[in-house]
């Protein structure tokens, strides 16, 4: 099958979370089960132009007011077989941050016209690239629009695109892409397009709400996520949508990148191991201490990796942090976001220097250097459609201390008497969104690290699990296969 997906991030060619690390190994995935596949992405000033070239096809279209030149350039995303085009319009995408400018911290105020512009431009780039997709792809809010030309605007009737079948996969609902009704028409939309029954919502612009809407069939990135969105607790007020599509919604739990992620050949690592033989990972928690200025302790080494906001549990972490002290843990955080949250880490390492090393930015040797060097990772977040982290974790035999939400409860199996002795337990889960349920959760962990032979065994049923995308690959290709048999849902 030929398989376009659209979408913002692409690792590694570009990535700021997991939905560059997702596009780019589903489509490896894809492509290494037989499909052609290929990817539109808009050529942002950051974007990795490795393998990439500038061709002569150049298109126009509309950015606000003005109609601008996009330039494609093409390539091989790295090792696979998959085709890569970048949409190159420096109007939009020539600048220091992919949704925010970096100097204030602030959403660019053009994003809709931007993320219009990059959906109509890959309408306009497709037809002269001499491939016809069988299935469209798009992912997240950035790429819902092109769903929605697709059902409801001109692009319906285009040769080229006349019945094409489309897909879309939430990787995080709580951004929607919701802009003032006033920029409605920079979407390029019909007018009837923009009411209740389109993008129009409660007054604003909702394009991912376009999407849901448009798109033949819906997938999101875990199974308890799947059912999480439907509920008003977790609906980010697109519940309702949901739920009256809820015949067409998948849940399909992310794999993980298993040549990028491998502690046998992590070239970022100080020592490589396996699970037959993990001698190597004391050897990356010394060199992770010695990085990071901690003193070389035998204590749990907790480690954290992401993006520094309300989603991930921060405030949680830092409500617990005088208590976790109280614990014998150090603890590694690389992150970045909220200025408020990254001055709170800052103080805190400042205040138990021993204890706790803090690295804002993004870094992904150093992520690599966290996943093998620490014992535990900590992801107590408040919600997580699927979560990365703790599956690359597992694979480190580094044992994950999650919250039971979304793909955290799919993916990580606590720790019991009966999975220990079943072989299942590959981490520590807990319940309650509160500072006492995460010390309670951290304090089981340390029990365990205190049994070296227990601890070995949840880090060897974690080693072993299989997460690579193989599975997943597949359930997208059935969804593919699905959306290629209905019609179109009207506005
Ligand atoms: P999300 O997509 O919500 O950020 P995921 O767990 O799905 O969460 O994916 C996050 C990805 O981004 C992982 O690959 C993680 O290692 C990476 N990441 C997040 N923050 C950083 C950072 N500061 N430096 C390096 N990698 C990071
Ligand atoms: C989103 C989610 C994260 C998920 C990722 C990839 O950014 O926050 O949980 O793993 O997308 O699907």
Not at 146 to 164: F, I, N
Not at 380 to 397: H, V
Request: charged letters at 20%; a neutral charge.
């Amino acid at each position: 099958m030929n398989v376009l997906h659209v979408a913002s991030e692409l690792a590694p060619l570009i990535k700021t979370g997991g939905l560059g690390d997702v596009t780019g190994a589903l489509s490896k995935a894809l492509a290494a089960q037989g499909h052609a596949v290929r990817v539109l992405v808009p050529a942002y000033r950051s974007l990795s132009r490795q393998g990439l070239a500038r061709t002569e096809i150049v298109v126009t279209a509309p950015f606000g007011a003005q109609d601008v030149r996009v330039r494609v350039w093409s390539g091989l995303l790295p090792g696979t077989e998959v085709i890569v085009h970048a949409l190159d319009a420096p109007e939009a995408f020539d600048r220091d941050g992919l949704y925010q400018d970096p100097a204030r911290g602030t959403d660019y105020p053009d994003n809709l016209a931007r993320f219009s512009l990059f959906c109509r431009a890959v309408l306009a780039a497709m037809p002269h690239l001499d491939w016809r997709p069988d299935v469209v792809h798009a992912h997240d809010w950035h790429a819902a629009l092109v769903c929605a030309h697709l059902a409801w605007g001109e692009a319906r009737s285009m040769p080229a695109w006349q019945g094409m079948p489309t897909v879309l996969t939430v990787h995080n609902l709580a951004y929607q892409g919701l802009f003032p009704a006033a920029q409605g028409a920079q979407t390029g939309l019909p007018s009837a397009a923009r009411g209740q029954g389109g993008v129009g919502f409660r007054g604003q612009v909702n394009c991912l709400k376009g999407g849901l809407l448009s798109a033949d069939r819906l997938t999101t990135v875990s199974p308890t996520y799947a059912r999480e969105i439907q509920t008003a607790e977790f609906g980010c007020g697109l519940d309702a949508v949901l739920r009256r599509r809820a015949e067409d919604l998948t849940g399909i739990l992310n794999g993980i990148d298993v040549d990028v992620w491998n502690p046998a050949t992590d070239s970022h690592l100080a020592a490589r191991y396996a699970a037959e033989d993990p001698a190597g990972k004391a050897a990356c928690k010394r060199a992770l201490q010695h990085e990071l200025g901690l003193p070389e302790r035998p204590d749990l080494l907790i480690g954290m990796v992401q993006r520094l906001v309300e989603q991930k549990g921060v405030d949680l972490l830092l409500a617990a942090l005088a208590e976790l002290m109280a614990v014998p843990v150090q603890l590694v955080v690389l992150g970045s976001g909220a200025a408020s949250y990254e001055a709170q880490l800052q103080a805190a390492a400042r205040h138990h220097p021993d204890r706790v090393a803090v690295r804002l930015g993004f870094d992904e040797a150093l992520a690599h250097q966290i996943e093998a060097g620490a014992d535990a990772f900590l992801m107590p977040s408040r919600f997580e459609p699927c979560g990365l982290n703790q599956m690359y974790s597992m694979r480190y035999g580094t044992v994950p201390i999650v919250r039971r939400v979304g793909g955290l409860a799919d993916t990580v199996v606590d720790l019991t008497p009966a999975t220990l002795d079943a072989g299942t337990a590959t981490g520590i889960v807990f319940d309650a969104y509160t500072p006492v349920a995460l010390v309670a959760a951290v304090a089981r962990a340390t029990a365990a690290f205190a049994r070296p032979a227990r601890w070995r065994r949840l880090m060897h049923h974690g080693m072993t699990r299989d997460f690579s995308w193989t599975q997943a690959a597949g359930a997208y290709a059935r969804v593919y296969e699905q959306a290629r048999t209905r019609q179109a849902v009207a506005p």
